[in-house]
């Protein structure tokens, strides 16, 4: 991003941003903030830094857009820069500060309108500007060929297969009931994940498939504040759904893709009614319907014995309205279950949102240190297991779990379920059926 | 003297009363048209049931989270609203006025009660000038405007206050009270202070936004 503040600044392309997004929300809650500062108890970026008042949320949007709209986008790279710590640095939008605030006063928005402002003039951190440059060669944020994806399931498909008979991985199957979208971080660096989906949807006999475009469910996109690129990427995902004539696109266990499929991306898309225009399921809410419906059971015996405790990811619990269906589907899994508190829809952020985690070193620092609240909760709760069905939060928890030692495990809903179903016998591979 | 006070409960007193009206039905029609352009994501998702609670429950004393964790605060932020609301619609005298200007008038409240309020009212209103110059994440929000619209809703309250005790000189004191009271009227459809209407609105969206799409309650 360095090289970039030598430009001068398109106040004109500003303007034209602000005034787009100057509707009657926006203006309401600029003008009707009482500077009350209920607000500030509820982030945990204030909560961690020393209760340092510039950490409260309310100055956020006041340092950064508020002053953009004050100087009618009469900004220079200075104050450019500062917005860009601010809002990429000091807030993951969760949205947590949202239920705080007397007027309701959707913070997190307006934050998001502020990098959008910053990102139209190249203001962005470089590891979104990285996964920027992927998502429109490839159309995934790893820049992953579609022959490679292709060779990564069915290597998959192979190797679980051993495990699994009568394991598939469909590709481009029309008119299933679900296309299962992933995390292209899934298929680059943890492919199992892919088999372990693989094997849930075998024994719960789903009719699923996977997609040759359009698979990749993230958004970074949308945090970088480039809504025109993350429009397309959701698009993509759409499309490929409505043309394989799917009933369902299911979301892998990552919160901010299904923020964006199943909430922000038909407006960053441009569809009308706010709707996806395919339905959108979280696999929390999936892998729970199976467990209630009996379509896969547990091994009692084979049940989490430890400490457990569930994370709830801000964009499936508090942005995605999964907060039950996480917990009765822990209930299934664990038999020593322990809530953090605060919890469900008031839980908060990990740390590693928004972004934070693909904004990379140059953020460690102040996500370690807004992190400390996580690391705090999980500690009280003396779990040894933490459930994080979101790799964002998967991801911030094991650095948390290094930096302050917290001794725990950190898993994802697919690797209990896979470690403790009950697999039927006619999907159990014949002992010494080896045919290699 | 008497001429001044003789406009300002006359000619003054409409003019106020209008343009506060006035003022908060132009900007809601004004917001509302925007909206209908710019914010169709409030629309898209609209739930009455959501929206209601979101307001009710902040309508409430200690009626949300964030208020529980603070309940000194809410107390206070409670009583300055009840009083600034409740002692200039129901005061005896204002009645009577509001009967010879308007022709019509609400019920009132003793004049004791009226003190009680009043005195009320300006305890929560040195509480929460204070907690403005006091708190950090306050403060470091607060401009001489916040100040200066804190002060213009206690001005009528202290002189009025002074005026009906006969502390000082009762015509200034009276002026003072009308002149102050009739600003604040035309300042808050222009102001934050035009929340008293903007807060259902404000509510409301979010009501949906996190209860009719998410089933999340923001309080
Ligand atoms: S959205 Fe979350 S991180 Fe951002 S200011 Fe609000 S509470 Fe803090
Ligand atoms: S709680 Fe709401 S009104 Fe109060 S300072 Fe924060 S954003 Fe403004």
């Known amino acids: 991003m360095n090289d970039v503040l030598e430009k001068p600044v398109d106040t004109h392309k500003i303007r034209e941003i602000l005034n787009a997004n100057d509707g009657a929300r926006i203006k309401t809650w600029l003008s009707i903030c009482s500077r009350c500062g209920l607000c500030a108890e509820s982030c945990f970026f204030y909560l961690t830094n020393n209760r340092d008042p510039r950490f409260s949320p309310a100055y956020k949007f006041k340092s950064t857009l508020a002053e953009m709209y004050r100087r009618k986008g009469n900004v220079d790279r200075d104050f450019l820069r500062k917005c860009y710590d601010i809002i990429w640095g000091e807030c993951t939008t969760c949205r947590r500060c949202s239920m705080y605030c007397p007027f309701g006063i959707d913070i997190a928005t307006m934050i998001s309108t502020a990098r959008t402002v910053c ?93 040759s475009t359009g698979w990749e469910a993230t958004n970074l996109a949308m945090y970088a504040g480039d809504r025109a690129l993350a429009g397309q990427v959701v698009k993509n995902m759409y499309e490929k759904a409505v043309e394989l004539g799917v009933q369902n696109i299911a979301i892998t ?30 696999s929390v809410q999936l892998f729970y319907e199976y467990l209630r419906d009996g379509r896969i059971k547990i091994d009692p015996d084979k049940m989490l014995t430890e400490p457990v405790t569930y994370q709830d990811p801000c964009n499936v619990s508090r942005n995605g309205g999964l907060w039950e269906e996480g917990r009765k589907l822990t209930a299934f899994l664990a038999k020593d279950f322990r809530e953090m508190t605060p919890n469900r829809e008031h839980n908060h952020c990990c740390g590693g949102g928004g972004g934070f985690i693909p904004m990379g070193p140059e953020f460690k620092k102040r996500r370690m240190i807004s992190g400390r609240l996580k690391a705090d909760q999980i500690r009280a709760t003396g779990a040894k297991i933490v ?19 917290l001794g725990v495990k950190v898993l994802s809903f697919k690797e209990i379920i896979c470690e403790t179903m009950i697999v039927p016998d006619k999907f159990k591979p014949v002992e010494g059926d080896d045919e290699e | 003297m008497d001429d001044l006070y003789a406009f300002l409960i006359g000619p003054a007193l409409w003019v106020a009363f209008i343009v506060f009206l006035g003022g908060l039905c132009l900007r809601v029609a004004f917001l509302y ?18 929206g209601v ?22 107390l206070m932020f409670f009583l300055f609203h009840i009083c ?56 470091i929000l607060t401009t001489a405007w916040d100040y200066t619209l804190l002060l213009l809703t206690g001005i009528p309250f202290v002189t009025g206050f002074l005026a009906y005790h006969q502390v000082g000189d009762y015509k200034t004191l009276l002026i003072l009270h009308i002149l102050f009271a009739e600003l604040l009227l035309i300042v808050i459809p222009f102001s934050k202070l035009a929340h008293i209407i903007l807060f259902f609105f404000s509510r409301a969206f979010i009501g949906f936004e996190f209860g009719g799409r998410r089933g999340a309650r923001t309080w």
Request: proline letters at 5%; one cysteine or more.
């Open chain 1, 253 to 282: 266990e990552c919160g901010h893709a299904f923020r964006s499929a199943a909430f922000e991306g038909p407006y960053f898309a441009g569809y009308a009614g706010g709707k996806p225009p395919v339905a959108v399921v979280h």
């Open chain 1, 119 to 211: 990102q139209s003039q190249g203001v962005v951190p470089d590891g979104l500007e990285r996964t920027s440059v992927n998502y429109r060669e490839t159309g995934n944020q790893m820049g992953m060929s579609t022959d490679d994806f292709l060779d990564t399931c069915s290597w998959m498909e192979e190797e679980t297969g051993e495990e699994l008979t009568g394991l598939t991985i469909p590709i481009d199957k029309k008119g299933a009931k679900y296309m299962y979208c992933l995390n292209a971080r899934e298929p680059m660096y943890y492919p199992q994940d892919i088999g372990m989906a693989a094997k849930i949807f075998t024994v719960a006999e789903e009719d699923w498939t996977m997609s």
């Open chain 2, 33 to 50: 048209g925007l909206s209908k352009d710019r914010d169709k994501v409030i629309y898209n998702h609209a739930d009455m049931s959501w």
């Open chain 1, 387 to 405: 459930i994080a069905p979101c790799h964002n939060c998967y991801d911030q928890i094991n650095d948390l779990n290094k930096e302050y030692n």
């Open chain 2, 84 to 139: 600034l609301f409740a002692v200039p619609l129901f005061l005896l005298a204002h009645n009577m006025m509001w009967q010879e200007a308007f022709g019509i008038s609400l019920p009132s409240m003793s004049d004791g009660t009226a003190d009680i309020l009043t005195i009320v009212f300006l305890v929560s209103f040195v509480f929460l000038l204070a907690r403005r110059m006091v708190r950090p994440e306050v403060r």
């Open chain 2, 53 to 74: 609670r979101s307001i009710f429950h902040w309508l409430i004393p200690w009626g949300s989270v964030s208020m529980r964790n603070q309940p000194v605060f809410t």
